[in-house]
T-cell receptor, first 109, second 114 residues
Framework: GIQVEQSPPDLILQEGANSTLRCNFS?????LQWFHQNPWGQLINLFY???GTKQNGRLSATTVATERYSLLYISSSQTTDSGVYFC???????????FGTGTQLKVEL | GAVVSQHPSWVICKSGTSVKIECRSL??????MFWYRQFPKQSLMLMAT?????????EQGVEKDKFLINHASLTLSTLTVTSAHPEDSSFYIC??????????FGPGTRLLVL
């Protein structure tokens, strides 16, 4: 199956700092999504982005499908951004997703 | 987006008992739902795909006789952990795909088997 690796595994930021999270995947995909899991376990969809670039407020994402990676940018980080960020990919049909290893983010005052 | 609920949010049970977890889509008719399991400090692992009106499709290594899935309607899927043991203690999460292939997750159920 597809392997999905994320980096860095852990990240500590001061409030207001910017960061870039990376997701590498081992095979062609037609589905890529970024999620934020808050400290209570709830996953929130941030982006559906199998290719191209999208922006939503302080967050943006870019997927370069031909090179098998995606980037999530967080600008002006806030303490509420803390949690785990996952990318998840799918290939073929059926909407099944394979989750990456995750990046644990902590934003400090 | 779709709103997904799960019940219960927490359950503690004795070893050998069975536990049923419900996943409801509150505002979307979902022919397909997914069940994941997440151990502490780990990623989500897909357990099975729940199909309305038909049998679930299980991922490799997931015991279908232990994790019974029933997708009785377009808004309800249930996961029953049969004869639970301490190693089944985990965070169980359901999801469904909305109109745009975006996946929406329930809040999860924490299971602790003593």
């Amino acid at each position: 199956g597809i392997q999905v690796e994320q980096s860095p595994p852990d990240l500590i930021l001061q409030e207001g700092a910017n960061s870039t999270l990376r997701c590498n995947f081992s095979d062609s995909v037609n589905n890529l999504q970024w999620f934020h899991q808050n400290p209570w376990g709830q996953l929130i969809n941030l982006f559906y982005i199998p290719s191209g670039t999208k922006q939503n407020g302080r967050l943006s994402a870019t997927t370069v499908a031909t090179e098998r990676y995606s980037l999530l940018y967080i600008s002006s980080s806030q303490t509420t951004d803390s949690g785990v960020y996952f990318c998840a990919v799918g290939a073929g049909g059926g909407n099944k997703l394979t989750f990456g290893t995750g990046t644990q983010l902590k934003v400090e005052l | 987006g779709a709103v997904v609920s799960q019940h219960p949010s927490w359950v503690i049970c004795k070893s050998g008992t069975s536990v049923k977890i419900e996943c409801r889509s509150l505002d979307f008719q979902a022919t397909t739902m997914f069940w994941y399991r997440q151990f502490p400090k780990q990623s989500l692992m897909l357990m099975a795909t729940s199909n309305e009106g038909s049998k679930a499709t299980y991922e490799q290594g997931v015991e279908k006789d232990k994790f019974l899935i029933n997708h009785a309607s377009l808004t309800l899927s249930t996961l029953t952990v049969t004869s639970a043991h301490p190693e089944d203690s985990s965070f169980y999460i359901c999801s469904l795909t909305g109109v745009s292939e975006t996946q929406y997750f329930g809040p999860g159920t924490r299971l602790l088997v003593l």
